[in-house]
């Protein structure tokens, strides 16, 4: 007969490998031969959590503890038991009396800081944290916890004071550096990527920190962006390849294999439907925003809707278990009041098309009231809409309820919000429904997926000619949905007399857009039509052609084309972009996800654009800019249509010169020109959405 010890041993040892199943055969059988093991019982306990079965776990929890009052371990599986069955009072009187039990016990702790952190506060967890350390000093296990606690709980700066008040002492513990680099990044880029590198060389075999180094590189921007994307590469390739990835560690790599167009290792993550579902459900909406380039089919499409579905009502799960305090409503007066809520009301593409609104803003109308999130310096654009706006409040350490609470208090007529999922932005602010009536506008080109959001803006064009590919009513303005910011879109950049074939002898293709919108059929697209005129070359206006991985990727392509590396041209620039224009004569669409500032710049800089639109909202974008240009011809329907209409183009010297000396002049002359009859517009539509919106509420 196997001994207690020797059942026990085996029985830990297969819960190791994860082989359950075996585990709980040899678990009963140690139990019907020897009733009264109670480390069995625990084990057992342990076995029937991981096989998601918590009564049961509970039941041999309780009778591990009742054959040994004092045994820690059973006091701390019971509570873990209790808290799998959400009775989370009982679960932390238990592991309190398992601390009591055994005060060494890091599992105890560390598992009541947990509940505390998620049922009470985070202080108290903190407190519980600081007993145990004081009991024990040297524990990592427990300083790793309480530094986790602190990162995760909205405590960056007493979560890096922590982690510096132990560098003296744990020099060479690898999630110190790994926590403390990830943290010290954000303000301090290079010193923390010091760090982050460190963390991998103490750990060689930990994804964590090589991922969080990639996420970091990621983000660098300026002279090294180029060399960061390749050592980010250089990581990615040294992961082991064993490693489960979790949904945000699977959109850090999705983010950089787009960014250098490392296609076939981005199609070795996942499908579009099991990447999209595994982001949704764990709640990464920003992940969704870069998964509008990879739609295939109308089937892709409706997925995409199901994901932004999932994402939302995840986002919106804790403000639905919130109580909010509603304001008292407001008298009906003029003038309304109208909210954007929006972390990129400054020089950015956002603040861009906002412009006009605030420029043309009718104060006996409209007041309006701003809500960010960032802590970044003002400028100019940004200081300018804090001119004109009654209210404009930052508030990046505020949470999203305190957030929604604030804006609920200045009793909006309308809240619009500007950036989707974007980076920086909160969309679960408005699952608190701190406004009556709440739009999407600008910055995300695609419904949001949240069910407080009651319409998105639109324009005739632009409109999805299937409704049932929009979540949201559709609001449509009469002409374009945008017009062109007088402090961005100005004579100051001027257009070369020349065109670009003038100066270099052939007609020049190019883009500026960014490169997570480039699939291997937009670059094969590219490459077919760079091919089909004699001695045309393609030229790419973005940082990434610093990055020697990206160039080798796309000159694979074109090449496979009959494109000689020659003729492909890399400008590595970010910002101060608007003159390298000059050296393309026709800029070439991405799709499905076309350009939206990207086809203004290129448009108001005398470069043509070719665009291929599609049934969905993000396909839809450039067709607007173009329709309300009164320039349809560009606009394919289809991908052969798009090849022959930038062959001809290219072909016709004559028309290619009337369009870059006359662009500018026809935006101008065109409602993307007419910032004030814009505002007008939409200001009325607004007026509308009140005045309908009142109406049904009354009647």
């Known amino acids: 007969m196997t001994s207690p010890a020797a059942a026990l041993e085996r029985g830990r040892a297969l819960v190791r490998a994860g082989r359950l199943d075996e585990a709980a055969r040899t678990a009963a059988a140690a139990l019907?031969?020897?009733?009264?093991?109670?480390?069995?019982?625990?084990?057992?306990?342990?076995?029937?959590?991981?096989?998601?079965?918590?009564?049961?776990?509970?039941?041999?929890?309780?009778?591990?503890?009742?054959?040994?009052?004092?045994?820690?371990?059973?006091?701390?599986?019971?509570?873990?038991?209790?808290?799998?069955?959400?009775?989370?009072?009982?679960?932390?009187?238990?592991?309190?009396?398992?601390?009591?039990?055994?005060?060494?016990?890091?599992?105890?702790?560390?598992?009541?800081?947990?509940?505390?952190?998620?049922?009470?506060?985070?202080?108290?967890?903190?407190?519980?944290?600081?007993?145990?350390?004081?009991?024990?000093?040297?524990?990592?296990?427990?300083?790793?916890?309480?530094?986790?606690?602190?990162?995760?709980?909205?405590?960056?700066?007493?979560?890096?004071?922590f982690l510096r008040s132990l560098e003296g002492r744990f020099p060479d513990v690898a999630w110190l550096q790994f926590y403390l680099g990830d943290l010290v990044a954000a303000h301090d880029p290079e010193a923390g990527q010091r760090r982050l590198r460190r963390a991998c060389e103490l750990e060689p075999a930990a994804a964590a920190p090589r991922l969080a180094l990639i996420q970091h590189l990621l983000w660098t921007s300026g002279d090294k962006e180029g060399a960061a994307l390749d050592e980010a590469c250089a990581l990615a390739a040294r992961l082991p390849a064993t490693t489960a990835m979790a949904p945000a560690e699977n959109k850090v790599l999705r983010d950089l294999y787009s960014r250098v167009c490392a296609?076939?290792?981005?199609?070795?993550?996942?499908?579009?439907?099991?990447?999209?579902?595994?982001?949704?459900?764990?709640?990464?909406?920003?992940?969704?925003?870069?998964?509008?380039?990879?739609?295939?089919?109308?089937?892709?499409?409706?997925?995409?809707?199901?994901?932004?579905?999932?994402?939302?009502?995840r986002l919106a799960a804790k403000a639905r278990t919130k109580a909010q305090r509603v304001a008292e409503p407001?008298?009906?007066?003029?003038?309304?009041?109208?909210?954007?809520?929006?972390s990129d009301l400054r020089r950015h593409p956002v603040g861009y098309f906002v412009e006009p609104l605030f420029r043309h803003l009718d104060p006996a109308r409209f007041e309006i009231f701003c809500y960010g999130f960032d802590n970044r310096p003002s400028d100019s654009l940004q200081s300018f809409f804090r001119s004109r706006a009654t209210v404009f409040r930052r508030m990046p350490e505020a949470t999203s309820q305190e957030a929604a609470q604030a804006i609920a208090d200045d009793r909006l007529d309308v809240l619009i919000e500007l950036g989707g999922s974007t980076q920086g932005n909160r969309?679960?602010?408005?699952?608190?429904?701190?406004?009556?009536?709440?739009?999407?506008?600008?910055?995300?080109?695609?419904?949001?997926?949240?069910a407080e959001i009651d319409g998105l803006i639109c324009d005739p064009w632009n409109l999805p000619p299937d409704r049932t590919m929009l979540l949201e009513r559709p609001w449509v303005l009469p002409r374009s949905w945008i017009a062109l910011g007088r402090s961005t879109f100005s004579e100051a950049e001027a257009i070369d007399a020349e065109p670009a074939e003038a100066r270099s002898g052939a007609v020049t293709f190019g883009t500026a857009n960014n490169p997570y919108k480039y699939t291997g059929t937009v670059l094969r697209t590219w490459a077919a039509i760079t091919a089909a005129v004699p001695d045309a070359r393609f030229a790419f206006i973005r940082p990434e052609g610093g990055s020697a991985v990206f160039r080798a990727n796309v000159h694979r392509i074109f090449e496979a084309a009959g494109v000689s590396p020659e003729r492909v041209v890399f400008h590595?620039?970010?910002?101060?972009?608007?003159?390298?224009?000059?050296?393309?004569?026709?800029?070439?669409?991405?799709?499905?996800?076309?350009?939206?500032?990207?086809?203004?710049?290129?448009?108001?800089?005398?470069a043509p654009v070719v665009s291929l639109k599609g049934p969905a909202f993000f396909e839809r974008l450039s067709w607007s800019i173009l329709a309300n240009l009164g320039l349809q011809e560009p606009v394919a329907d289809d991908l052969e249509s798009y090849h022959a209409i930038a062959v001809d183009l290219a072909m016709d010297r004559t028309r290619r010169a009337e369009l870059h000396a006359g662009l500018r002049a026809r935006m101008k002359a065109s409602p993307l020109g007419d910032a004030a009859g814009f505002a007008r517009d939409f200001f009325d539509l607004i007026e509308r959405v009140v005045r309908e919106e009142t109406a049904v509420a009354t009647a």
Request: proline share 4%; with cysteine; glycine share 6%.
């Open 32 to 161: 019907e031969a020897h009733p009264d093991c109670f480390e069995m019982w625990n084990l057992q306990s342990v076995l029937h959590r991981q096989m998601q079965r918590p009564e049961e776990a509970l039941v041999a929890a309780e009778r591990a503890i009742a054959l040994a009052p004092h045994y820690a371990a059973a006091r701390v599986n019971r509570g873990m038991a209790l808290r799998s069955l959400h009775r989370p009072i009982e679960a932390v009187e238990e592991l309190r009396a398992a601390t009591r039990c055994d005060r060494n016990l890091a599992a105890a702790w560390l598992t009541l800081a947990e509940l505390l952190a998620e049922h009470a506060d985070v202080d108290d967890a903190a407190a519980a944290l600081d007993e145990a350390i004081a009991i024990n000093p040297d524990n990592l296990a427990l300083l790793e916890g309480k530094a986790v606690l602190l990162r995760t709980s909205a405590s960056p700066q007493r979560a890096e004071e």
């Open 263 to 313: 296609f076939e290792a981005m199609d070795r993550l996942g499908d579009f439907r099991t990447l999209g579902r595994s982001w949704a459900a764990a709640g990464l909406h920003t992940a969704l925003f870069r998964h509008l380039a990879r739609v295939a089919s109308d089937a892709d499409r409706r997925e995409l809707l199901e994901q932004h579905r999932i994402a939302a009502d």
């Open 330 to 342: 407001r008298a009906r007066s003029s003038p309304l009041r109208l909210g954007f809520l929006s």
């Open 427 to 450: 969309l679960d602010v408005l699952a608190y429904r701190p406004a009556p009536r709440q739009l999407s506008w600008l910055g995300y080109p695609h419904s949001a997926g949240l």
């Open 572 to 606: 590595a620039v970010r910002g101060g972009h608007l003159r390298w224009y000059d050296e393309i004569d026709i800029a070439l669409d991405t799709f499905p996800l076309t350009g939206g500032t990207t086809t203004v710049e290129a448009l108001w800089m005398g």
